[in-house]
Protein backbone atom coordinates (compact mmCIF):
# COMPACT_ATOMS: atom_id res chain seq x y z
CA UNK A 1 0.00 0.00 0.00
CA UNK A 2 1.43 3.80 -0.86
CA UNK A 3 2.31 5.91 2.34
CA UNK A 4 3.21 9.33 3.34
CA UNK A 5 6.92 9.69 4.08
CA UNK A 6 8.12 12.08 6.43
CA UNK A 7 11.63 13.01 7.51
CA UNK A 8 13.23 13.81 10.10
CA UNK A 9 11.61 11.57 11.98
CA UNK A 10 12.70 13.39 15.23
CA UNK A 11 14.23 16.60 15.26
CA UNK A 12 16.04 18.55 18.12
CA UNK A 13 16.56 22.08 17.61
CA UNK A 14 17.69 25.14 19.74
CA UNK A 15 14.69 28.23 20.11
CA UNK A 16 15.42 30.49 17.26
CA UNK A 17 16.82 27.88 14.60
CA UNK A 18 15.63 27.45 11.34
CA UNK A 19 13.96 23.98 10.86
CA UNK A 20 12.22 22.22 7.54
CA UNK A 21 10.37 19.20 8.02
CA UNK A 22 9.83 16.87 4.78
CA UNK A 23 7.28 15.15 3.45
CA UNK A 24 7.12 12.40 0.47
CA UNK A 25 3.07 12.64 -0.54
CA UNK A 26 1.68 9.63 -2.24
CA UNK A 27 2.29 10.13 -6.16
CA UNK A 28 -1.14 10.52 -7.37
CA UNK A 29 -2.71 12.92 -4.64
CA UNK A 30 -3.19 16.45 -5.07
CA UNK A 31 -4.18 18.15 -2.05
CA UNK A 32 -1.57 18.38 0.68
CA UNK A 33 -1.53 19.25 4.41
CA UNK A 34 0.08 19.87 7.36
CA UNK A 35 -0.97 19.36 10.80
CA UNK A 36 0.49 19.39 14.48
CA UNK A 37 -0.29 17.85 17.05
CA UNK A 38 1.33 19.30 21.14
CA UNK A 39 1.81 16.30 23.34
CA UNK A 40 -1.54 15.23 25.04
CA UNK A 41 -3.91 17.86 22.69
CA UNK A 42 -5.71 17.23 19.53
CA UNK A 43 -4.85 17.53 15.77
CA UNK A 44 -4.94 20.85 14.68
CA UNK A 45 -5.19 22.21 11.08
CA UNK A 46 -2.01 23.85 9.91
CA UNK A 47 -2.18 24.32 6.19
CA UNK A 48 -3.55 23.24 2.81
CA UNK A 49 -1.79 23.18 -0.71
CA UNK A 50 -3.15 22.72 -3.87
CA UNK A 51 -1.98 23.60 -7.28
CA UNK A 52 1.42 24.75 -5.89
CA UNK A 53 -0.04 27.67 -3.50
CA UNK A 54 -1.86 27.88 -0.43
CA UNK A 55 -5.32 26.97 -0.05
CA UNK A 56 -6.08 27.72 3.41
CA UNK A 57 -4.25 28.07 6.52
CA UNK A 58 -5.18 28.64 10.15
CA UNK A 59 -4.13 31.16 12.69
CA UNK A 60 -1.38 28.87 13.89
CA UNK A 61 0.26 29.08 10.35
CA UNK A 62 2.10 32.63 10.92
CA UNK A 63 4.91 34.01 8.96
CA UNK A 64 7.43 32.10 10.50
CA UNK A 65 5.54 29.21 8.87
CA UNK A 66 5.93 28.14 4.96
CA UNK A 67 5.56 25.28 2.83
CA UNK A 68 6.63 24.52 -0.78
CA UNK A 69 6.79 21.48 -3.28
CA UNK A 70 9.67 22.79 -5.21
CA UNK A 71 10.11 19.41 -7.46
CA UNK A 72 6.54 18.32 -7.73
CA UNK A 73 7.77 15.62 -4.88
CA UNK A 74 8.42 16.63 -2.02
CA UNK A 75 6.37 19.04 0.22
CA UNK A 76 8.02 20.92 2.60
CA UNK A 77 6.84 22.62 5.85
CA UNK A 78 9.71 25.30 7.26
CA UNK A 79 9.86 27.08 10.27
CA UNK A 80 12.03 30.16 10.19
CA UNK A 81 12.88 30.84 13.51
CA UNK A 82 11.48 28.42 16.24
CA UNK A 83 9.43 28.67 19.19
CA UNK A 84 9.46 26.44 22.39
CA UNK A 85 5.54 26.27 21.75
CA UNK A 86 6.51 25.10 18.28
CA UNK A 87 7.53 21.95 19.73
CA UNK A 88 5.49 18.85 18.59
CA UNK A 89 4.75 16.06 16.17
CA UNK A 90 4.17 17.80 12.80
CA UNK A 91 2.07 15.57 10.28
CA UNK A 92 1.69 15.86 6.39
CA UNK A 93 -1.22 14.46 4.97
CA UNK A 94 -2.67 14.29 1.58
CA UNK A 95 -5.59 13.15 -0.27
CA UNK A 96 -7.08 12.54 -3.74
CA UNK A 97 -9.47 15.26 -3.81
CA UNK A 98 -11.96 17.70 -1.63
CA UNK A 99 -15.00 15.73 -2.73
CA UNK A 100 -13.60 12.68 0.64
CA UNK A 101 -12.43 12.93 3.74
CA UNK A 102 -9.91 10.47 3.11
CA UNK A 103 -6.58 12.01 3.93
CA UNK A 104 -3.17 9.72 4.03
CA UNK A 105 -1.09 10.44 7.25
CA UNK A 106 2.39 10.03 7.42
CA UNK A 107 3.93 9.19 10.77
CA UNK A 108 5.31 11.88 11.90
CA UNK A 109 8.10 14.11 12.46
CA UNK A 110 8.75 15.14 16.28
CA UNK A 111 10.10 18.28 17.26
CA UNK A 112 11.81 19.64 20.12
CA UNK A 113 12.63 23.35 20.32
CA UNK A 114 15.03 23.67 23.25
CA UNK B 1 -18.58 24.10 10.53
CA UNK B 2 -19.76 21.51 12.30
CA UNK B 3 -19.08 20.82 16.18
CA UNK B 4 -19.16 17.40 17.12
CA UNK B 5 -19.64 15.83 20.65
CA UNK B 6 -18.41 12.17 21.21
CA UNK B 7 -17.60 10.10 25.06
CA UNK B 8 -14.08 11.16 26.28
CA UNK B 9 -13.54 7.61 26.62
CA UNK B 10 -14.96 4.34 26.52
CA UNK B 11 -13.59 0.55 28.06
CA UNK B 12 -14.35 -2.66 26.38
CA UNK B 13 -13.34 -6.15 26.53
CA UNK B 14 -11.57 -8.31 23.40
CA UNK B 15 -14.67 -10.19 21.52
CA UNK B 16 -16.98 -7.27 21.93
CA UNK B 17 -18.98 -5.25 19.54
CA UNK B 18 -18.29 -1.10 20.55
CA UNK B 19 -20.33 1.71 18.99
CA UNK B 20 -18.92 4.72 19.21
CA UNK B 21 -21.53 7.54 18.89
CA UNK B 22 -21.15 11.20 17.83
CA UNK B 23 -23.38 13.70 18.06
CA UNK B 24 -23.19 16.31 15.34
CA UNK B 25 -26.47 18.75 15.48
CA UNK B 26 -25.63 21.55 12.83
CA UNK B 27 -24.00 19.13 10.35
CA UNK B 28 -23.81 20.91 6.96
CA UNK B 29 -25.72 19.59 4.05
CA UNK B 30 -22.61 19.29 1.91
CA UNK B 31 -20.66 17.89 4.54
CA UNK B 32 -19.75 13.80 5.44
CA UNK B 33 -18.68 11.86 8.54
CA UNK B 34 -15.80 10.37 8.49
CA UNK B 35 -13.94 8.49 11.27
CA UNK B 36 -10.44 8.15 12.32
CA UNK B 37 -8.11 6.20 14.16
CA UNK B 38 -4.88 7.34 15.98
CA UNK B 39 -2.44 5.22 18.12
CA UNK B 40 -0.13 7.16 20.26
CA UNK B 41 2.74 9.08 18.19
CA UNK B 42 1.35 7.82 15.24
CA UNK B 43 -1.10 9.55 12.78
CA UNK B 44 -4.30 9.30 12.50
CA UNK B 45 -5.59 6.74 10.39
CA UNK B 46 -9.08 6.89 7.99
CA UNK B 47 -11.25 4.31 9.01
CA UNK B 48 -14.32 4.67 7.27
CA UNK B 49 -16.54 7.75 5.51
CA UNK B 50 -20.29 7.91 4.76
CA UNK B 51 -22.96 10.68 4.53
CA UNK B 52 -26.29 8.89 4.87
CA UNK B 53 -27.65 5.53 6.45
CA UNK B 54 -25.30 2.57 6.78
CA UNK B 55 -21.63 2.09 5.14
CA UNK B 56 -19.82 -1.04 6.09
CA UNK B 57 -16.23 -1.59 4.92
CA UNK B 58 -13.76 -4.44 6.46
CA UNK B 59 -13.03 -2.66 9.74
CA UNK B 60 -16.01 -1.26 10.59
CA UNK B 61 -19.50 -0.10 10.02
CA UNK B 62 -21.14 3.33 10.30
CA UNK B 63 -24.61 4.49 10.97
CA UNK B 64 -26.06 7.96 9.91
CA UNK B 65 -29.81 8.32 10.57
CA UNK B 66 -31.79 10.18 8.17
CA UNK B 67 -31.50 13.62 9.84
CA UNK B 68 -27.87 13.27 9.88
CA UNK B 69 -27.59 14.66 13.30
CA UNK B 70 -25.48 12.04 14.82
CA UNK B 71 -23.42 8.98 13.07
CA UNK B 72 -22.39 5.88 15.20
CA UNK B 73 -18.78 3.83 14.87
CA UNK B 74 -19.45 0.01 15.01
CA UNK B 75 -15.91 -1.91 15.86
CA UNK B 76 -16.90 -5.54 15.72
CA UNK B 77 -15.19 -7.93 17.71
CA UNK B 78 -12.57 -5.49 19.15
CA UNK B 79 -8.93 -6.56 20.33
CA UNK B 80 -6.06 -5.33 22.30
CA UNK B 81 -4.79 -3.77 18.98
CA UNK B 82 -8.43 -1.63 18.66
CA UNK B 83 -6.98 0.23 21.70
CA UNK B 84 -6.46 4.01 20.12
CA UNK B 85 -8.09 7.49 19.95
CA UNK B 86 -11.60 7.57 17.90
CA UNK B 87 -12.35 11.10 15.67
CA UNK B 88 -15.84 11.62 14.48
CA UNK B 89 -14.78 14.31 11.61
CA UNK B 90 -17.34 16.27 9.14
CA UNK B 91 -15.95 17.05 6.12
CA UNK B 92 -16.15 20.20 4.39
CA UNK B 93 -17.30 18.95 0.93
CA UNK B 94 -15.64 22.07 -0.63
CA UNK B 95 -12.06 22.01 1.05
CA UNK B 96 -11.20 18.56 2.33
CA UNK B 97 -9.99 19.91 5.60
CA UNK B 98 -10.43 17.92 8.32
CA UNK B 99 -10.92 19.75 12.17
CA UNK B 100 -9.99 17.42 14.87
CA UNK B 101 -11.47 17.34 18.47
CA UNK B 102 -10.68 15.82 21.52
CA UNK B 103 -11.65 12.61 20.31
CA UNK B 104 -12.91 9.43 21.86
CA UNK B 105 -9.74 6.91 23.57
CA UNK B 106 -11.01 3.76 23.35
CA UNK B 107 -9.70 0.97 25.84
CA UNK B 108 -10.08 -2.37 25.39
CA UNK B 109 -9.30 -4.89 27.76
CA UNK B 110 -8.21 -8.94 27.83
Known amino acids: EPEVTQTPSHQVTQMGQEVILRCVPISNHLYFYWYRQILGQKVEFLVS????????KSEIFDDQFSVERPDGSNFTLKIRSTKLEDSAMYFCAGGAGTNTGELFFGEGSRLTVL | LAKTTQPISMDSYEGQEVNITCSHN???????ITWYQQFPSQGPRFIIQ???TKVTNEVASLFIPADRKSSTLSLPRVSLSDTAVYYC???????????FGQGTTLQVKP
Open chain 2, 26 to 32: NIATNDY
Open chain 2, 50 to 52: GYK
Open chain 1, 49 to 56: FYNNEISE
Open chain 2, 89 to 99: LPVQGNTGKLI
